[in-house]
């Protein structure tokens, strides 16, 4: 019944900015927490940004000062905004949320499509 649909990857030259958005959906109860992962050709999928129920955000190391994450409550939505981007930042980035539904609480991962950015001259 929980679907999370994302928008907002594109082509970007380095040094450029994209926001990408995620909004969940469907029989949801609660949500703890909603987070940003992506996956380069070749590579394996890797963590980038959690923002928590209580909006407290964490960052993977490689992202810090340049991504910010941010949530709409209200709208079951989570952002990532995305400056200053560079090469390596290419990849599918993919939408997670940490949730419980109305027919069974306890707490389990669903995932979004996945969205293409890639950075490049």
């Known amino acids: 019944q929980v679907q999370l649909v994302e928008s907002g990857g594109g082509l970007v030259q380095p040094g450029g900015s994209l926001r990408l958005s995620c909004a969940a959906s469907?029989?949801?109860?609660?949500?703890?927490?909603m987070r940003w992962y992506r996956q380069a050709p070749g590579k394996q999928r890797e963590w980038v940004a959690a923002?928590?129920?209580?909006?407290?955000?964490h960052y993977t190391d490689s992202v810090k000062g340049r991504f910010t994450i941010s949530r709409d409550n209200a709208k079951n939505t989570v952002h990532l905004q995305m400056n200053s981007l560079k090469p390596e930042d290419t990849a599918v980035y993919y939408c997670?949320?940490?949730?419980?539904?109305?027919?069974?609480?306890?707490?389990?991962?669903?995932w979004g499509q996945g969205t293409q950015v890639t950075v490049s001259s």
């Open positions: 469907g029989s949801i109860f609660s949500i703890y927490a």
């Open positions: 923002i928590m129920s209580d909006d407290n955000t």
């Open positions: 997670n949320a940490i949730l419980s539904t109305i027919a069974r609480r306890t707490l389990n991962d669903y």
